[in-house]
């Protein structure tokens, strides 16, 4: 009888390994380079007053993050190896089949891209779901699925490390301008913009919690309070709701403009998917 | 020290799902009259309490005064840094100058970043569950300003 792939892979409940700590513990350490070298390493010049919500973080957390074996992000990372590696859709393709991983080194780190033939960019969510409908043939991934985290998270660690560098296309240009606008317009029933919190008002307090300067650094990040991983969306919405306004739809190309205008605004500063934050 | 973090992280929570299940107003708010820097008139027939007042600033998802201010609520011990403190507030204002400054500070000062509590309009993509509602309702506003006009220590 022939054992059926998946059901060789059932293992793969994510949350109950989660549950079952000395797992974590036995987690091979497969990349070297910790996120600490990496800012050790990156050319800041002195008059760089960016920080990444990792700085922010107490020393448990980021230890948390820096650990590959502590780091829960990392459950995920190895998910998505197995699924870069699985034939799915119609075409029966894998990614690996079109995609060495170390294609894959610096492309979180630029993303979100215009794809060929198109005009309009998409975030690195966006190009798996493009490569799952034009090369897989497979049905789109539902927003914050465990599958499109766990891909998202395993092509975002390989560039762990590396410069945030947004493409050099004038096209961009339209998106980040309109993200800026979407960023620094006051909305909600609390009449607040990102930019007071964020630009104004980054390292006080709100309540207990000191308000980061909201670099997209991380993402996708396992965050504590979700108990799971999430997408760059998932926080800004977060960030939505907790001013009182509508937050878009997941597929809204508002999110997109936002992320454009908050990796542009995050350049050069290194890359250290999958964050941890509190 | 992980403790410490996850509590930090329960913090937010309120802030986060707000969205749901305040009571805030219907209808439109009660019109009312502002001279100089003040509203002089309450919003309501009956007087506000101070004690239902505090708890209304204490409260995370209601008031979400302490986000940004601090005050002297000690049992509240993750407070805002984003404002002044809430301390002597009685002492430096009027009764009628603190029901403005919540019903809505931009009066006095367009770029202020305190949220308009009593207000409905001229707000951009507030969210569904919030539509037309005021932050606080009438009895709410009074019961607070009853409240900081009690604070007159620093």
């Known amino acids: 009888m022939k054992v059926s792939r998946s059901k060789s892979q059932s293992p793969l409940t994510l949350p109950e390994r989660m549950r079952w700590r000395p797992a974590l513990a036995l987690l091979p350490v497969v990349f070297a380079a910790s996120f600490a070298m990496a800012q050790a390493g990156a050319d800041k010049s002195a008059s760089d007053t960016r920080r990444s919500g990792y700085q922010d973080m107490g020393a448990a957390l980021q230890k948390m993050q820096d650990d590959d074996t502590a780091n829960p992000g990392m459950l995920y990372v190895q998910l998505g190896e197995q699924l870069w590696a699985k034939p799915a859709g119609a075409a029966s393709k894998a990614c690996a089949d079109c995609h060495s991983v170390a294609d894959m080194k610096g492309v979180a780190a630029r993303y979100p891209a215009i794809p060929e033939n198109s005009d309009r960019p998409i975030d690195l969510e966006g190009r798996i779901q493009l490569c799952r409908a034009s090369h897989q043939q497979a049905e789109r991934l539902a927003p914050e699925s465990r599958d499109l985290l766990s891909l998202a998270a395993f092509v975002a660690r390989q560039s762990r490390g590396l410069p945030i560098a947004p493409p050099d296309d004038a096209r961009l240009a339209p998106f980040r301008s309109e993200g800026e606008a979407i960023y620094r317009r006051r909305q909600g029933q609390l009449n607040l913009s990102c930019a007071i919190c964020h630009d104004d008002n980054a390292g006080k307090k709100l309540a207990g919690v000191t308000i980061p300067q909201a670099h997209p650094t991380g993402y996708p990040i396992y965050r504590l309070e979700w108990q799971a991983l999430g997408s760059l969306k998932r926080r800004l919405r977060n960030c939505l709701v907790g001013i009182r306004a509508e937050a878009y739809p997941y597929e809204a190309v508002d999110y997109v403009a936002l992320e454009v205008f908050l990796m542009g605004r995050a350049k050069g500063m290194p890359f250290e998917a999958p964050g941890v934050r509190p | 020290m992980l403790r410490a973090s996850l509590l930090a992280a329960l ?80 002492t430096r204002w009027s009764v009628a100058q603190l029901r403005l400054r919540i019903v809505d500070g931009s009066r006095l000062n367009p770029d202020t970043i305190m949220p308009p509590y009593y207000r409905t309009t001229g707000l951009v993509r507030v969210a569904r569950a919030f539509e037309g509602k005021t932050i606080l309702t009438a009895e709410q506003i009074e019961d607070v300003v009853a409240y900081l006009a009690t604070l007159k220590e620093q």
Request: proline share 10%; aromatic share 2%.
């Open chain 2, 11 to 90: 913090l937010l929570m309120p802030l986060a799902t707000a969205g749901r299940a305040q009571g805030t107003s219907a209808g439109t708010p009660v019109s009312y009259t502002v001279v100089d820097d003040a509203i002089p008139r309450p919003l309501t027939a009956s007087p506000g309490d101070a004690s239902r007042g505090r708890a209304i600033v204490a409260n995370r998802s209601v008031g979400l005064c302490l986000l940004c201010h601090s005050g002297p609520i000690p049992e509240e011990r993750f407070q805002g840094t984003l404002a002044p403190s809430l301390g002597g507030a009685g």
